[in-house]
């Protein structure tokens, strides 16, 4: 079985389904994630690991920079906040 291209965009939507390559029940993000090219379906980051791992690398350097950045807005909202 030839393994379809993979590509990382925004999942808007789905967040509990069947990955479309190992045809496992996955839990995944809002925000990025893996797709088929040519379907756009959904892969877990686990499938990604085995057949594109540099995609996966991408990824999750842009999980760690979205938690990052999260984390920065909350601290400034706290620094902000009046103190009562
Ligand atoms: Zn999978």
Request: net charge positive.
């Amino acid at each position: 079985m030839s393994i379809p291209r993979l590509v990382i965009a925004r999942n808007t939507g789905t967040r509990r389904i069947l990955c479309a390559l190992c045809n496992k029940r996955r839990d995944f993000t809002l925000g990025l994630e893996l797709f088929r090219v040519d379907t756009m379906e959904l892969v877990c980051w686990l499938c990604g690991k085995e057949h594109a791992s540099d995609l996966v690398a991408l990824l999750s350097l842009g999980w760690t920079a979205s938690s990052f950045a999260w984390e920065h807005k909350k601290a400034q909202e706290l620094s902000l906040a009046p103190l009562n």
